[in-house]
């Protein structure tokens, strides 16, 4: 994406404008930029006479100036977490309301595999334009390893949506973040790893949360009845979610030590092969004639559809840009964080019921996984 004769360009014309003392620190600082607004891109590099019209009304220092800005760390810093939080905050709540919204006087949203299959397509789509104009290796990749591992992507995105026609979103979000649990007990059950102690009390914490929130007094169960959600279904479903999370994981862990894959060549090769699997199931069922009766009934779900898809992929997106800007640890901290406020918008769109046990509940999960997350894997 970066061509470097842009870095040469902006360079030599910083010295033919301000010379001197000033033109070796613009230089400098010229040279280490990463990103340029397309009025430093010039058609004909040779082209001097529009040029320096062009820098002599002191576009040179405005851009430069602009440019420090905008490539600032905390200016990155900011950009991302705004990414990511947006745009998962609008995912939540267009994902609720498809999936969790009745049409006309009681029809259902149940087409979940299309549903993940248009998701797939879109991250694809986006992976795929990226790549067009990114300079990248070739991905080495055996296409069997993306295969399987895009399997268990795909059984994991399934599952956690399954999974809300059973439980609350609140409740939803809140079991997909808690993999630090399983990941821990794997270790300890599996691979005999052994923990700093206070590993064990953040993890404690998520789980004493947890427990909080799923506990239902008999007045709660018969509420939940009569809202139409199923104890025990739906957080089966989230725990397979987190199994097949898990899985993925350590798949791609593989992958990325083994090959050295970049992250938009692995999110373009996990969605289409993701999509290739739903498309199968989608074509196995008959599910996609059914979904294409409901559209003709309520296209308004369409417009949703896309929304969903645009805001899932520019959140991947952003999530990339985190972890190769600022590592996982950040990264972590940004996601953990936007689903503590998709919680707080739920309940506060939707109406979700939720008790002051549950809130509690749901606050010590969250201090658990920061507290993990800024402590724990720093000490690992």
Not at 15 to 26: H, P
Request: hydrophobic share 45%.
């Amino acid at each position: 994406m970066y061509v470097p004769s842009l870095h040469i360009l902006v360079v030599y014309y910083h010295v033919e404008v301000i010379g001197g003392k000033e033109k070796q620190q613009l230089s400098m600082a010229a040279a280490n930029l990463e990103l340029f607004p397309p009025c430093l891109v010039f058609q004909d590099e040779h082209d001097n006479a529009h040029q320096h019209e062009h820098f002599r009304d002191g576009l040179t220092v405005r851009s430069y100036k602009f440019l420090k800005l905008f490539n600032s760390k905390s200016v990155k810093l900011f950009t991302c977490f705004l990414g990511i939080f947006v745009s998962y905050l609008i995912f939540g709540i267009v994902q609720e309301s498809i999936v969790k919204g009745t049409y006309g006087k009681h029809d259902k949203f149940t087409f979940i595999l299309s549903l993940v299959f248009f998701l797939c397509v879109f991250n694809a789509v986006v992976s795929k334009i990226i790549l067009i104009f990114c300079k990248s290796h070739r991905d080495s990749t055996p296409s069997k390893m993306y295969a399987f591992s895009s399997f268990t992507y795909l059984f994991a995105m399934l599952s956690s949506n399954y999974a809300l026609e059973f439980v609350s979103y609140p409740m939803q979000v809140l079991g997909k973040s808690v993999k630090p649990v399983p990941v821990m007990l794997l270790g300890v059950l599996v691979a005999r790893k052994r923990y700093p102690l206070e590993k064990y009390f953040y993890v404690l914490l998520i789980v004493l949360g947890v427990v909080l929130f799923m506990y239902k007094e008999p007045k709660e169960t018969t509420k939940i009845i009569e809202a139409g959600e199923i104890f025990g279904i739906g957080e089966f479903l989230l725990f397979v979610s987190l199994v097949f999370d898990g899985l993925t994981g350590g798949i791609q862990d593989k992958i990325r030590d083994k090959h050295k894959v970049q992250a938009y060549h692995m999110m373009f090769a996990m969605n289409t092969w993701s999509c290739l699997w739903a498309s199968i199931g989608i074509i196995a069922t008959g599910e996609f004639y059914s979904l294409i009766e409901f559209l003709k009934t309520y296209p308004y779900v369409i417009s949703n559809i896309f929304l969903l898809g645009i805001t899932g992929a520019m959140g991947q997106n952003f999530i990339f840009l985190t972890i190769e800007w600022f590592g996982p640890l950040t990264c972590s901290i940004f996601t953990t964080t936007r689903k503590f406020f998709t919680i707080l918008c739920s309940i506060l769109i939707f109406g979700n019921p939720i008790t002051f046990r549950q809130m509690c509940g749901t606050v010590l999960v969250f201090l658990g996984l920061f507290l993990e997350q800024l402590y724990g894997k720093k000490r690992n």
